[in-house]
DNA sequence: GCCAACGTTGGC
DNA sequence: GCCAACGTTGGC
C-alpha cells in the first residue's frame, strides 16, 4: 500500500465538490506533468493519498483512496496525459497546513515542502502517519 | 499582485 | 542534444 498527495486549487476542484462525487469517485484530470503522470501510473487501487488545498488554505483536509487505475484523461484527446480515479473516505478534523508542515522538523523532507509545485506526490509511510495525527485521523480509514 | 522555481518548447 | 525563451504554479 502506498501513500500520496493531491494537490487542488479549491477555486478549480475543492474537497466539497470531490465529496459530493461519493463512493464513484472522479478522475483527477487535468495533470498536464510527466512526473504527477508517472506517480498516478503507479498507483494501485485502494492506494491512500491526501487531498491538499493550494492557494487559499494551504492545509490538508481529506483523505481519499484510489479507486480507478490510470486511464486516459478525458479532458484531452493527448494520448500522453492519463489519470486515476479517487473518492473521498475522510474528513481531516483538523487541517494541518503548510505552515504546521513546514514546523514539523519530522516532514522537513516531504515533497510538499522541497518540490511545491508537483501536484501530485508520493508520501512516506513516516509521513502520512505524522500528518495523520496532527490532523486528529485514523491513519487506516 | 509579485516573483522565484520549475517544466516545457523549439531553434540551432 | 543543448540551452534560451517562455509559460505556469504556488507561496508569500
Not at 70 to 95: I, K, L, Y
Request: with cysteine; proline share 6%; aromatic share 8%.
Amino acid at each position: 500500500m502506498a501513500y500520496w498527495l493531491f494537490k487542488s486549487e479549491p477555486s478549480t476542484w475543492s474537497w466539497e465538490m470531490q465529496k459530493k462525487k461519493g463512493d464513484a469517485g472522479q478522475e483527477w484530470d487535468g495533470v498536464r506533468n510527466y512526473q504527477a503522470r508517472n506517480n498516478m501510473r503507479a498507483m494501485k487501487i485502494g492506494d491512500l493519498g491526501f487531498f491538499y488545498h493550494s492557494q487559499e488554505n494551504k492545509d490538508v483536509v481529506g483523505i481519499v483512496e484510489v479507486c480507478g487505475l490510470a486511464h486516459q484523461d478525458s479532458t484531452t484527446d493527448d494520448g500522453r496525459w492519463e489519470c486515476v480515479d479517487v473518492r473521498a473516505v475522510r474528513d481531516v478534523p483538523n487541517p494541518p497546513t503548510l505552515e504546521d508542515i513546514k514546523k514539523n522538523p519530522k516532514l522537513a523532507e516531504m515533497v510538499l515542502v522541497k518540490n511545491s509545485r508537483l501536484s501530485v506526490q508520493p508520501v512516506t509511510d513516516a509521513e502520512w502517519k505524522e500528518i495523520c495525527r496532527m490532523g486528529g485521523v485514523d491513519p487506516v480509514p
